[in-house]
């Protein structure tokens, strides 16, 4: 590899028209989110509070008394960890079960496990929609919570499958000759073993969860997630304490994330 | 496979592997089914479904009316495919090129943007291009034009958004296909006398293809019902399929006819799939 690293060809110099057109693409990455943070501070108290005429920490006092968008974003978090836990808790049991056993249907479950991920989301939240309205089931957090765990359980699986491929069925065998049950051999070996994958996967499904508007949309009947309260504000002009909330979503989600990485590479060094 | 003893295997099997197949029946077969069955039925003048069969839907949905947004919601996905493709391929391979350590840095920029809800950034672009946005304050000020110009609420406007939210899809795979190419074929490449543009269409671009290929269709399957994008930004004016099934599911209150646009998205999605399985593209890399 080293070796291979010093023989590239075009690894001469940084290409000074392949940065600028690198940071160019950032900037329009990241633009969107500056004018977000900017209006978060934005003193302007006139719709639709887009020229920016000075600086305030207004809106994130005024935060505060706005039990509604407050409540949202609990919403969002009590959906999100409770889907995360369903589909960890499905997935993590699927992937260690197709990857131990051959059985009838195996290929089945595989196909419409990619359902979820490639069909667009409006078809799924539609679908959902139908059938609580048939079976009657009142929309509200159970129904986010279900909708959540459909769409983030393919992802658990898919990233756990990745980690599994590696994994030898030998490690349970020998557990099980010297005498541990099941679910010992589970816990002590299968669980540590697969452990980083489990955590990725929970955070990518947190993730989605935390982000959906689509599936969200339809199937929420009278309950709000923070999404769901942004897009009501977007149609009537979204105050500016929605960026201000989102600006604090960003810090903490960057904190969470960048602390969670670091913690998973360590892991991931150990084994 | 199965090296364990055979008879002793039943329950665990059935206690790891009914939680995924109940949730796939109850939660993605079952609602697929019921939406292919209501597609066929109609509303009564309270708008209740009404159990009938018929091909009402599908007929009312081969209006020109209809066409225009199918064609609208094409020419959206295609275009932002393309425009992505072409950033993006560059974008990978100048982040693949760079040092290690940079390169974790630059791949983690892309993908911190995705941090801030979706909606809450395109509501930001709104805001950018809106005619007291910062963009035409810019405009004016430099003297550009004395009038605030209408960025918003047309095609481009929408093209941008979708560009916007779905670049990273196409930044990731390619990415991936970017890294694992073999640097000796290059190589070879060179010491057979080829020059950069000969190795970029006759080895690197072919190698990597897998990458453009599921890329392509991380971007253009979501744009189709992408409906919040082409709502904030094209203001109704560039209406897509995903508009029309939400209206249908919402204000319309017209489930049956919803369903109807749902099943011929759903076919669109397939003929996409099978293109792309045709051309080798693997499943796996749409995860």
Redesign the interface.
């Known amino acids: 590899m080293i070796f291979m690293h010093n023989t590239r060809p075009d690894r001469t110099r940084p290409h000074l028209i392949g940065t600028l057109f690198a940071c160019s693409i950032y900037l329009f990455l990241f633009l969107p989110i500056f004018v977000v943070i900017l209006n978060s501070f934005n003193a302007n108290k006139t719709k639709p509070y887009a020229t920016f005429k000075g600086f305030t920490f207004e809106w994130y006092i005024k935060l505060f008394d706005n039990p509604a968008l407050l409540s949202s974003f609990g919403n969002t978090l009590l959906v999100a960890f409770a889907s995360t836990v369903l589909s960890v808790l499905i997935g993590t049991l699927a992937a260690v079960g197709m990857h131990r056993y051959k059985f009838k249907g195996k290929s089945a479950i595989d196909a419409l496990l990619y359902i979820p991920v490639v069909i667009p989301e409006i078809i799924l939240g539609i679908s959902l929609l139908s059938v609580f309205a048939w079976v009657s089931i009142p929309r509200g957090l159970i129904t986010l919570i279900l909708s959540h765990v459909a769409f983030s359980t393919p992802f658990v699986i898919f990233t756990l499958r990745a980690r599994l491929s590696g994994y030898d069925l030998t490690f349970e065998e020998a557990a099980m000759d010297l005498g541990a049950n099941r679910i010992k051999t589970f816990a002590y070996v299968t669980l540590p073993l697969i452990l980083p994958g489990i955590l990725s996967g929970g955070l990518l499904a947190f993730t989605l969860s935390i982000d959906d508007v689509i599936i969200s949309y339809f199937v929420n009947g009278t309950v709000k997630t923070f999404p769901l309260k942004v897009m009501e504000s977007i149609k009537s002009g979204v105050a500016p304490d929605v960026n201000a909330l989102s600006t604090l979503i960003l810090l903490g989600t960057t904190g969470i994330v960048l602390l969670t990485q670091s913690g998973l590479f360590k892991s991931e060094a150990k084994s | 496979?199965?090296?364990?003893n055979d008879k002793k295997?039943k329950m665990?099997?059935l206690?790891?592997?009914s939680?995924?197949?109940s949730?796939?029946i109850f939660?993605?077969?079952?609602?697929?089914i019921?939406?292919l069955v209501?597609s066929f039925c109609k509303t009564n003048e309270y708008y209740q479904v009404m159990f009938t069969f018929s091909f009402d839907n599908y007929k009312n949905l081969l209006s020109p009316s209809y066409f225009q947004v199918y064609m609208n919601s094409i020419v959206i996905a295609a275009i932002t495919t393309v425009i992505c493709i072409v950033?993006g391929y560059?974008?990978a391979y100048?982040?693949v090129?760079q040092p290690p350590k940079i390169r974790t840095i630059?791949y983690m920029?892309?993908i911190?943007?995705?941090?801030?809800?979706?909606?809450?950034?395109?509501?930001?672009?709104?805001?950018?291009l809106?005619a007291?946005?910062?963009l035409n304050?810019l405009f004016v000020w430099l003297g550009i034009t004395h009038k605030p110009l209408e960025l918003l609420f047309n095609r481009g406007a929408v093209v941008l958004g979708m560009t916007?939210t779905l670049?990273?899809f196409m930044v990731l795979p390619l990415y991936t296909a970017i890294e694992k190419l073999d640097?000796?074929l290059?190589?070879a490449s060179?010491d057979l006398g080829a020059r950069k543009v000969n190795t970029f269409l006759h080895v690197i671009l072919p190698l990597t293809s897998s990458g453009i290929f599921a890329g392509a269709?991380m971007v253009f399957?979501?744009t189709?019902?992408?409906?919040?994008v082409s709502d904030?930004l094209g203001g109704g004016k560039s209406d897509m399929i995903?508009n029309l099934?939400?209206r249908q599911?919402g204000s319309a209150n017209n489930?049956p006819l919803?369903?109807a646009l749902?099943i011929i998205?759903?076919l669109l999605?397939l003929i996409m799939?099978r293109l792309y399985t045709k051309a080798g593209g693997k499943?796996?890399d749409?995860?």
Do not use: A, D, H
Request: charge should be neutral; hydrophobic fraction near 55%.
């Open positions: 496979m199965m090296t364990l295997q665990p099997m206690t790891m592997l939680p995924i197949t949730m796939l939660l993605v077969v079952i609602p697929l019921y939406v209501l950033l560059p974008f100048y982040i090129k630059l920029l892309v911190i943007p995705f941090w801030t809800n979706s909606l809450i950034r395109i509501y930001g672009w709104k805001s950018f809106g007291s946005g910062l304050n916007y670049f990273p640097l000796t290059i190589e060179y269709i399957i979501p189709l019902g992408f409906f919040f904030i995903g099934i939400e599911f489930w919803g369903s749902s998205l759903i999605t799939v499943l796996e749409l995860g």
